[in-house]
Every structure is written in C-alpha cells, then in structure tokens.
T-cell receptor, first 115, second 115 residues
C-alpha cells in the first residue's frame, strides 16, 4: 500500500524556471491538498481539491497552479520560480466525508530550492 | 479566526523520562484537534485526533492527549520516551465538517531525546 507518493524528493530550480511537483494516491481519497512547510511556520495550505475537476485556493496560492483530472493525481505547478518558493512541499489526502474529522495522509515531501 | 500555538520550539528529554508537549488553540466552537509527528525527511503521520466524547484520547506509539476546553489546550503526553520518538510534533485544529481549507497547523515542537 503506497499511500501518497510525491516526486521528485529534491529539486533545485533557477529563478524563472518552471516545474511540476507530482502527487498520486492509491487510497481512492476524494480530498487532496498541497501544503508548504517553512521553518518555524508550520504548514500553510496552497491549494486543495474535493474531487476530480474541482480545485480551490488555500491560504498561500500565489505563484502556483493545480489541476485534478483524476481521483489519483493532484500535480502542483510552479510557473516562474522565485526564491520565496524555496520550501518543503507536502501533498496530503483524506477520506470522503468530513476531512478534518478523519485526518490526513501525507506524502514524504519534495524539498525545493530556488536559486 | 482559528489559530494554534505551540509554546515550546524545542524540547530535550532523557530516554525513559515522561513527556508533555503543549498546544493551545483559539476557536469559538469545539474544534477537531490533531497531533501529527514528522520524523526527519518524512511526511507527517497522524498520532491521534479528538472531535467529541472522552477528552482523553489514545493514539499510536503510546501517546495520549487531553482536551481541556477551559484552558483551550490539547497537550500531548507520553509516560516514557524512547530514542525513536525524536521528531517534530505538530498540533492542528480543524474548524468544521465542511471547512476543507480550515485545518490550521501549529509551528511545531522539535523533540530531542538523549540517552
């Protein structure tokens, strides 16, 4: 049981480059999320999705885009990388129903450095 | 708006000693409360959760937490710490059944365990 899989684990980008962080889950969870984690700041929600074809902004969406064409996949796109996007990115998913009620399953993260 | 504070940025305990990690939240109603653990280089793993009923909840790995409404607290405890418990611990609060974007994470407490 793979759970939530994120790729790549590490990446270095130059300012202005673009990339896609991949996230896939095999638990048939409808709800998926992207968070960024900065030291001493906890996790901040970037985008979330309640099902295929439905996405919405979280707390810090600027500079990012998402899509959800299937239940399994929820990629995060950085179009013009900036140093402020240096962070650790986590994808998470949760069961159908009340997401806060059940808690989240997290991937192992992608450490991104923008130079 | 809801918020979560974890007053201790870093805690060091001796192996075999007891542990208490503090979490305080701000929210108008009864929230959903969670504790997650993050081992180095890993994603977050759910330790336990509270949403109703008995205010003392048991989790995995021998952890427990107590919800105290009068103190707006949800402190995490373990009677005897093992070296493998060294990790980052996050308290989180969820605002309601349909508020998908309202799970707020605290800044985290880093736990070190000395032999």
């Amino acid at each position: 049981n793979a759970g939530v899989t994120q790729t790549p684990k590490f990446r270095i980008l130059k300012i202005g480059q673009s990339m896609t962080l991949q996230c896939t889950q095999d638990m048939n969870h409808n709800y998926m999320y992207w968070y960024r984690q900065d030291p001493g700041m906890g996790l901040k929600l970037i985008y979330y999705s309640v099902g295929a074809g439905i996405t919405d902004k979280g707390e810090v969406p600027n500079g990012y885009n998402v899509s959800r064409s299937t239940t399994e996949d929820f990629p995060l796109r950085l179009e013009l990388a900036a140093p402020s996007q240096t962070s650790v990115y986590f994808c998470a998913s949760s069961r159908t129903g009340a997401p806060p009620h059940y808690g989240y399953t997290f991937g192992s993260g992608t450490r991104l450095t923008v130079v | 708006a809801q918020s979560v504070t974890q007053p201790d940025i870093h805690i060091t305990v001796s192996e075999g000693a007891s542990l208490e990690l503090r979490c305080n939240y701000s929210y108008g109603a009864t929230p959903y409360l969670f504790w997650y653990v993050q081992s180095p280089g890993q994603g977050l793993q759910l330790l336990l959760k509270y949403f109703s009923g008995d205010t003392l909840v048991q989790g995995i790995k021998g952890f427990e937490a107590e919800f105290k409404r009068s103190q707006s607290s949800f402190n995490l405890r373990k009677p005897s710490v093992h070296w493998s418990d060294a990790a980052e611990y996050f308290c989180a609060v969820g605002a309601g059944k349909t508020s998908y974007d309202k799970v707020i994470f605290g800044p985290g407490t880093s736990l070190s365990v000395i032999p």
